[in-house]
């Protein structure tokens, strides 16, 4: 019943909250990416939108009056022919234009089949409008809108202007349309990964409880078998946890990545279309520069196109004129090829090999060509005699409008790239202004036709040459949508489009992660520039975020896991200890009986009134009563205690009332008085005895005999009070400190006269307050643990006056009130001290100059000899002794002498290093150790010694005295065994320097 109870605080407590945070947590997820699937398909619905509206000729748009007489017109049918090629790549189903007339929307150029349930045939009126449809008109801004709901159907719908360049007016609106329930089956299965994963760990944690709660149903044996499922419901919980964490992580990271890949396709699918509509814009200008209609100046032909080749991808500028067979004779004498084409007008027989050209009423010559070098093959070929081209040529002079090829090889061409020759139209009468409305019979009689040769992969890497960041990150592939099939033309860079397919469909495009399909009309032909990310853009922006979370969420479900099962393990532990510790206690109760009986100590328990319940027998030994005679007595009865020191009755604190639940306590060394009147000291302790509810249901007290402990301790107190009555009355200085601490527990009365402070103030102060040495030296510690342990220590105290005083500290452990302390005694040795220090200032010290005696001297050159041979490094020695120093003293008197040889001592210490040793050896005899100083640096010193006395003369009584000195300088060896050798040598240099005039340096060499 207990497992059951637990297992419902757990199901209220964890398990409900849990449930309740994945279902609510799968729901936000959910709705979170349904969100963002709704983003998503809006916003590539409006830059398509956006890209077509941008990519039609607005001359064209123009021309259109929105009413059913557009049908047929060039520039409608035009329009409705791209956007059926391009909506049928991108599979978009309903791609159409409206316009804004007489405050209503009419329909345009769109995608749909006549007879498609959708289609509007172009002025129809917009029945059901949305003021959001209105409101692109008004302020030029693209938008998405919906669902709404019109006489067409539920839709989303993306809307984008088609605007005049000149002043900014809205002339179009360009719509796509997703139906309202396609864009909400998109939404619905992009939550479904939330759901469903909601659902399995949902499944889980059921299966897991359930689990649990048929386990504790079953016998404790049969429990220990299936303890681990806690264990594997926190694994399986952690492992779908960290997947759907990876899952978010990755599908986050795609998004990112798909955005950035975006943009940069946006730009470079931009590069192209401007490169298309400059050629557009190129050629037209060539167009108008012939509508005048006069004969053909090559030169002017030139000069004109020149320009335009250096700054366009066009491979070549043409004119072609239309010539009748009756003036072929004069156009080919005026043709701008001499030089270049011996055979007129041209073209290719079924050989494919140049025949010249006849058995037609007009011929389409390429009559002059820019740049010349590299197209004079074209020169004379007549358009018209291949299929492809008179087809081209045939359209433009019916439409009126600039018309491509289909892609061809080019007559130029060597290579196997695709080429297209783009075809404007030139009438011999005045055009219309605008550039694009030389519809046939409007404007005259066709004159000819400008001309662009286009090389599509020359254009396509010409406009990749601004894409300056993010070369080789991006392929770019430049689709024909004319021919339905999606023919793949030109890619860049060039060598990348190795391996891929010649067709361009959805199949193809699915097989990459991130594509992007742009939209290109120019020349009356539909391009579409799809682009794929390369190795190189997935290694500049990797995506680890999904490995990475996912790693992380299993590390930690594995932890956790662990965790559990070592938190089972150690619940199974202890229910197998409870069990096991159940059973020893019902043995144990059974002994405890044995147990009291066996022990020496006295217990007693009692009932609630303070009545004898139970004794074991040494109780009934010590007291004289048997458990049947002190049966329901009171306890004071049985157990009398009296206070040993004057025999007043005593009370077991806890039992002076028992109900009250006095707090256990223990009387030390009480005396019990026996039923036969024999006295024992004893110790005993009393505590009440406790229901599990915490009412008391009687006394235990346990008592012992410590007699012999208490004569023992008796006399140890005796002992403590006669040393206190020594430590008080004694004249010499008595401390007793806490060893740890150096706290000052007791002083006696000379203590405080010789600090200056009172008893009390002492006994509030450390050891460290008035010892003035370093605190190293200070340690108080020692072994006070070892009964023999004596130290005896030298310090520097300072009393109450601020004075310092030297004294010698005493110390050694004793055992005092139970706890092990200092004892120490103080001696005062100042006076003592000052005369060592003087005493040995004098054994070391000479008294007149203050420097090192001989015999200290010789102590050092002999370390110093045994470091040289230990360690090798160098070391020297000068002799020093002033010249006629015996006149000074016979002359100026020994007064004199004496301030000679201070003044001598005093230059010496000036001029010599702080680690040099200057001694003086007797008399006039000086010595000086120079420890780390080689032959050169030795000599070199002596002689600056040596200028330093010459140079600075003595101040006497009387005046000033000049003297000099004569230096020997030697330095150590290997050789040297002993100190006497070394001043042997430098004694022999110094007397060189005497006898070669004094007042010089000589130095000498160890023997070899």
């Given at each position: 019943m207990v497992g059951m109870r637990r297992d419902g605080w757990i199901v209220r407590w964890f398990y409900l909250p849990l449930l309740i945070l994945l279902v609510g947590s799968g729901w936000l997820l959910a709705e979170r990416r349904g969100q963002a699937t709704d983003t998503e398909v809006r916003e590539r619905l409006l830059q398509q939108a956006m890209e077509i509206a941008q990519t039609l000729d607005p001359e064209q748009v123009k021309a259109l009056t929105f009413t059913a007489a557009d049908r047929g017109a060039p520039e409608f049918e035009r329009i409705r022919e791209l956007m059926i090629a391009y909506g049928r790549f991108i599979q978009q189903r309903s791609l159409y234009s409206m316009a804004l007339r007489d405050g209503v929307l009419v329909f345009g150029p769109e995608n749909l089949a006549e007879n498609d349930p959708l289609a509007s045939p172009p002025g129809t009126v917009y029945q059901e409008p949305a003021p959001e449809d209105f409101a692109v008109f008004q302020n030029g801004r693209p938008a998405t809108m919906g669902p709404l709901t019109d006489e067409y159907g539920t839709f989303i719908s993306a809307l984008a202007p088609v605007l005049d360049p000149r002043d900014g007016e809205v002339l179009m609106v360009v719509g796509l349309d997703v139906p309202a329930d396609e864009w909400q089956a998109r939404i619905a299965a992009s939550r479904w990964p939330p759901i469903l994963g909601t659902a399995l760990m949902l499944a889980i944690l059921v299966m897991g409880v359930s689990a649990i709660h048929w386990r504790h149903r079953q016998p404790a044996a049969q429990q220990r078998r299936f303890q681990y499922f806690e264990t594997i419901l926190v694994g399986s919980l952690g492992v779908a946890l960290a997947t759907g964490a990876a899952l978010l992580a990755w599908e986050a990271e795609i998004r990112e990545r798909g955005a950035l890949f975006e943009r940069m396709a946006a730009t470079r699918a931009g590069y192209v279309r401007q490169k298309f509509h400059d050629i557009r814009d190129d050629l037209s200008a060539l167009a108008r520069f012939y509508q005048t209609g006069q004969p053909l100046d090559c030169d002017a032909f030139s000069t004109f196109t020149q320009p335009l080749t250096r700054t366009s991808a066009v491979q070549a500028y043409e004119w072609i004129p239309r010539v009748p067979a009756a003036d072929r004779e004069r156009a080919e004498v005026e043709a701008c090829w001499e030089g270049f084409n011996d055979l007129g007008f041209w073209e290719f027989d079924v050989r494919g090999e140049r025949i010249p050209v006849s058995g037609r009423d007009f011929y389409y010559p390429v009559y002059a060509v820019e740049p010349m070098a590299g197209n004079e093959p074209a020169l004379g070929f007549d358009l018209g005699s291949e299929p492809v081209r008179r087809a081209a040529l045939e359209k433009v002079a019916r439409t009126g409008l600039m018309t491509a090829t289909e892609p061809l090889t080019l007559v130029q061409e060597t290579e196997s790239q695709?080429?297209?020759?783009?075809?404007?139209?030139?009438?011999?009468?005045?055009?219309?202004?605008?550039?694009?409305?030389?519809?046939?019979?409007?404007?005259?009689?066709?004159?000819?036709?400008?001309?662009?040769?286009?090389?599509?992969?020359?254009?396509?890497?010409?406009?990749?040459?601004?894409?300056?960041y993010g070369e080789g990150k991006i392929i770019v592939h430049l689709v024909d949508l004319m021919r339905g099939d999606g023919e793949l033309l030109v890619a860049h860079p060039q060598e990348r489009s190795d391996g891929h397919a010649d067709r361009v469909d959805a199949a193809y495009l699915s097989q990459s992660l991130f594509h992007s399909v742009h939209p290109v009309f120019a020349f009356g032909r539909a391009f579409a520039v799809v682009l794929y990310p390369t190795p190189a853009?997935?290694?500049?922006?990797?995506?680890?975020?999904?490995?990475?979370?996912?790693?992380?969420?299993?590390?930690?479900?594995?932890?956790?896991?662990?965790?559990?099962?070592?938190?089972?393990?150690?619940?199974?532990?202890?229910?197998?200890?409870?069990?096991?510790?159940?059973?020893?206690?019902?043995?144990?109760?059974?002994?405890?009986?044995?147990?009291?009986?066996?022990?020496?100590?006295?217990?007693?328990?009692?009932?609630?009134?303070?009545?004898?319940?139970?004794?074991?027998?040494?109780?009934?030994?010590?007291?004289?009563?048997?458990?049947?005679?002190?049966?329901?007595?009171?306890?004071?009865?049985?157990?009398?205690?009296?206070?040993?020191?004057?025999?007043?009755?005593?009370?077991?604190?806890?039992?002076?009332?028992?109900?009250?639940?006095?707090?256990?306590?223990?009387?030390?060394?009480?005396?019990?008085?026996?039923?036969?009147?024999?006295?024992?000291?004893?110790?005993?302790?009393?505590?009440?005895?406790?229901?599990?509810?915490?009412?008391?249901?009687?006394?235990?007290?346990?008592?012992?005999?410590?007699?012999?402990?208490?004569?023992?301790?008796?006399?140890?107190?005796?002992?403590?009070?006669?040393?206190?009555?020594?430590?008080?009355?004694?004249?010499?200085?008595?401390?007793?400190?806490?060893?740890?601490?150096?706290?000052?527990?007791?002083?006696?009365?000379?203590?405080?006269?010789?600090?200056?402070?009172?008893?009390?103030?002492?006994?509030?102060?450390?050891?460290?307050?008035?010892?003035?040495?370093?605190?190293?030296?200070?340690?108080?510690?020692?072994?006070?643990?070892?009964?023999?342990?004596?130290?005896?220590?030298?310090?520097?105290?300072?009393?109450?006056?601020?004075?310092?005083?030297?004294?010698?500290?005493?110390?050694?452990?004793?055992?005092?009130?139970?706890?092990?302390?200092?004892?120490?005694?103080?001696?005062?040795?100042?006076?003592?001290?000052?005369?060592?220090?003087?005493?040995?200032?004098?054994?070391?010290?000479?008294?007149?100059?203050?420097?090192?005696?001989?015999?200290?001297?010789?102590?050092?050159?002999?370390?110093?000899?045994?470091?040289?041979?230990?360690?090798?490094?160098?070391?020297?020695?000068?002799?020093?002794?002033l010249d006629s120093f015996k006149k000074i003293n016979d002359s100026r008197g020994h007064a004199a002498g004496d301030s000679v040889l201070q003044h001598f001592a005093d230059i010496a210490r000036q001029s010599l290093r702080k680690i040099d040793v200057l001694g003086r050896l007797g008399g006039e005899e000086f010595a000086a150790l120079l420890p780390g100083t080689d032959a050169a640096g030795a000599v070199q010193l002596a002689e600056r010694l040596r200028q330093a006395v010459a140079e600075r003369p003595a101040e006497i009584e009387g005046g000033s005295l000049a003297y000099t000195v004569s230096v020997g300088v030697t330095w150590f060896a290997s050789g040297d065994s002993n100190a006497d050798s070394i001043l042997a040598r430098a004694d022999r240099a110094l007397y060189r320097a005497k006898d070669n005039g004094r007042n010089r340096v000589e130095a000498e060499s160890p023997p070899a």
């Open positions: 695709p080429g297209m020759r783009v075809f404007e139209p030139v009438f011999a009468a005045a055009a219309p202004e605008t550039e694009h409305a030389n519809a046939a019979g409007t404007a005259g009689e066709l004159h000819g036709f400008a001309l662009a040769v286009l090389r599509l992969q020359a254009l396509i890497d010409r406009a990749m040459l601004r894409d300056v853009f997935h290694a500049a922006h990797p995506m680890r975020a999904g490995m990475l979370t996912g790693l992380a969420g299993l590390l930690l479900a594995i932890v956790l896991t662990l965790f559990v099962g070592f938190l089972r393990d150690r619940q199974s532990f202890l229910e197998q200890q409870v069990e096991t510790r159940t059973t020893e206690l019902s043995e144990r109760e059974a002994d405890l009986a044995i147990t009291l009986n066996s022990i020496g100590d006295g217990v007693i328990a009692t009932d609630a009134e303070g009545r004898i319940a139970r004794m074991n027998p040494a109780a009934e030994r010590l007291t004289g009563w048997t458990l049947a005679e002190a049966h329901g007595q009171p306890l004071a009865r049985v157990f009398r205690l009296v206070d040993p020191r004057n025999h007043e009755p005593l009370t077991v604190p806890a039992a002076r009332s028992p109900a009250g639940g006095a707090a256990r306590k223990k009387v030390y060394f009480a005396t019990l008085i026996a039923r036969d009147a024999a006295e024992r000291h004893i110790t005993q302790r009393s505590a009440p005895i406790r229901a599990d509810d915490g009412t008391i249901k009687g006394v235990v007290v346990v008592f012992s005999d410590v007699t012999g402990e208490y004569r023992i301790r008796e006399a140890l107190r005796e002992s403590e009070e006669r040393f206190h009555l020594m430590f008080e009355r004694h004249d010499a200085i008595m401390l007793l400190i806490e060893p740890e601490s150096g706290r000052i527990l007791d002083a006696n009365q000379a203590a405080g006269r010789f600090y200056g402070y009172p008893v009390e103030r002492l006994c509030a102060m450390s050891i460290h307050d008035i010892n003035a040495s370093t605190p190293d030296k200070v340690s108080l510690k020692g072994d006070g643990s070892l009964p023999e342990y004596r130290d005896d220590f030298v310090f520097s105290h300072q009393l109450a006056s601020g004075e310092l005083r030297v004294v010698e500290f005493h110390a050694s452990p004793i055992l005092l009130r139970g706890q092990s302390i200092l004892f120490a005694i103080i001696h005062d040795i100042t006076q003592r001290r000052a005369l060592e220090q003087e005493m040995r200032r004098l054994a070391t010290t000479d008294s007149l100059t203050g420097l090192v005696n001989r015999r200290v001297f010789l102590a050092q050159v002999a370390r110093e000899l045994e470091r040289f041979q230990r360690y090798a490094k160098s070391a020297a020695l000068l002799m020093l002794d």
